[in-house]
């Protein structure tokens, strides 16, 4: 689901006070559907707690009910959109103890914030200092590994799920007191550059490959501390576009853009399938700029090195065998390995 079809989702969600309705997976029958549709819904059974069968204009879907639904309750739907789920809301329902629910408060703060400019897609460490300040002349790689590792899990886009975590024993607190949301409120403002902005946003700002002045004031709202609702916006921007990104000093005075995203691929059965790929970009004073790409795939890892300049590339074709050969003597299949000439921005 893009940005606009979360956007529309929550705005409707806000106008008309009414629980979305989820179907449990994308189904194929969504092409008999269209937004704004208004259906007439059966009820026919409960196969899980939550999770029902219900007869949708001669189609069986198994969509995500309120616990109060009931085997034979009469509901309403309106199409909200098709992909990447069939989602519905559900207007009403002919059992008095099945109507809509009051919108909660968090789908109204979900609301406000799609409202809110973002003033940055990527994440940016609470600690100026450079990731490698070792006094070796090339960093160690395993432990400069740990710390990109250390730093992405304590920019705060996870902290809810290292809570669950800390409850279920698998994290201490130590670990959490180190995330954004439990660091002094001028420490966290600093990293994100907010003491150079206030409360007015007025720089360009780069969101899914496409930069926009925005000109626009950022509005408090309540219940999330200000210098935590860039953070926010963040996380649902990740949760958006199934993409990360991170900017930060990986050793003193080389800054690096780091990009994980979740990506369309094929199986071996040209079947449509996920894969995930993270992408570095370095502007190195004897290389210029150049892009590293892999991409994890079930069958292993192909890696794509991207160069502006000529003897960079030879030089990256020359080393790119002692990568692979590197990487299979720890077990890491290569599917391939190429290097190509960078015609354009390559974190887009």
Request: glycine share 6%.
């Amino acid at each position: 689901m893009n940005p606009a079809d979360v956007a529309s989702s929550l705005k409707a969600l806000a106008l008309t006070q009414k629980p979305l309705v989820t179907a449990t997976s994308a189904i194929s029958a969504a092409t008999a559907f269209e937004p704004g549709q208004q259906l007439q819904a059966s009820v026919q059974a409960q196969l899980a707690p939550g999770i029902f069968k219900v007869q949708v204009a001669n189609q069986l879907l198994q969509l995500h009910l309120p616990g109060s639904i009931r085997t034979g309750d009469k509901i309403t739907l309106q199409v909200v959109s098709l992909l990447p789920r069939l989602t519905f809301n559900m207007a009403a329902s002919a059992n008095p103890l099945s109507t809509s629910d009051q919108l909660s408060a968090t789908a109204r703060l979900l609301s406000s914030l799609t409202q809110q400019p973002l003033e940055k897609s990527f994440v940016r460490p609470t600690n100026s200092a450079p990731l490698w300040s070792g006094e070796l002349q090339f960093p160690e790689t395993t432990e400069l590994a740990g710390k990109l590792h250390t730093t992405l899990s304590q920019s705060g886009l996870f902290y809810e799920s290292h809570q669950a975590q800390w409850i279920a024993g698998s994290r201490n607190i130590a670990q959490l007191l180190q995330e954004p949301q439990n660091l002094p409120a001028d420490k966290v403002r600093a990293a994100l550059g907010l003491d150079k902005q206030s409360n007015n946003i007025n720089t360009e700002v780069t969101l899914n490959s496409a930069s926009t002045g925005t000109g626009t004031e950022r509005v408090p709202i309540a219940g999330i501390p200000d210098h935590l609702q860039p953070l926010i916006q963040q996380q649902l921007n990740a949760l958006e576009t199934r993409q990360v990104q991170w900017q930060g000093q990986i050793w003193p005075n080389q800054e690096m853009n780091w990009k994980i995203q979740e990506e369309a691929g094929h199986s071996a059965g040209n079947e449509e399938a996920k894969q995930w790929a993270t992408q570095i970009q370095l502007d190195l004073p004897n290389l210029g700029e150049v892009t590293a790409t892999l991409r994890f795939g079930n069958g292993g890892v192909s890696i794509t090195l991207d160069a502006a300049e000529n003897a960079t590339r030879t030089k990256l074709g020359t080393a790119s065998s002692a990568l692979v050969s590197a990487m299979s003597e720890h077990g890491i299949s290569v599917t391939s390995a190429l290097v190509t000439q960078r015609t354009g921005d390559a974190t887009s």
